[in-house]
Nanobody
Framework: QVQLVESGGGLVQAGGSLRLSCVALRIMFDINVMGWYRQAPGKQRELVAETDSRGNTNYADFVKGRFTISRDNAKNTAFLQMNSLKPGDTAVYYC???????????WGQGTQVTVSS
């Protein structure tokens, strides 16, 4: 059974940095899209950033210039480098991966990011 395992969350002061990682275990197919979403209390889950197998990236406006998504295809791993963190970035961050063919979608269990002012 495929499992996405996230790590790297934690508590950081405003202006600080964190690097999230997400590794896909037991995945049998090439991964097309790797992405990060977040969900704050009382809010809907929203896209933070995603990248596809051709290297295209898509960022939410609220993280442009601060967050960088990257991937290691050989290790089925996605990364999210988060700089200049703000209290408004506090949320549970989820990794999502979509395989190429066949197309399956997988979610991680989430990792908590808390930014103190």
């Amino acid at each position: 059974q495929v499992q996405l395992v996230e790590s790297g969350g934690g508590l950081v002061q405003a202006g600080g940095s964190l690097r999230l990682s997400c590794v896909a275990l037991r995945i049998m197919f090439d991964i097309n899209v790797m992405g990060w979403y977040r969900q704050a209390p009382g809010k809907q889950r929203e896209l933070v950033a995603e990248t596809d197998s051709r290297g295209n990236t898509n960022y939410a406006d609220f993280v442009k210039g601060r967050f960088t998504i990257s991937r290691d295809n050989a290790k089925n791993t996605a990364f999210l480098q988060m700089n200049s963190l703000k209290p408004g970035d506090t949320a549970v961050y989820y990794c999502r991966m979509i395989t190429a063919r066949p197309s399956f979608r997988y979610w991680g269990q989430g990792t908590q990011v808390t930014v103190s002012s």
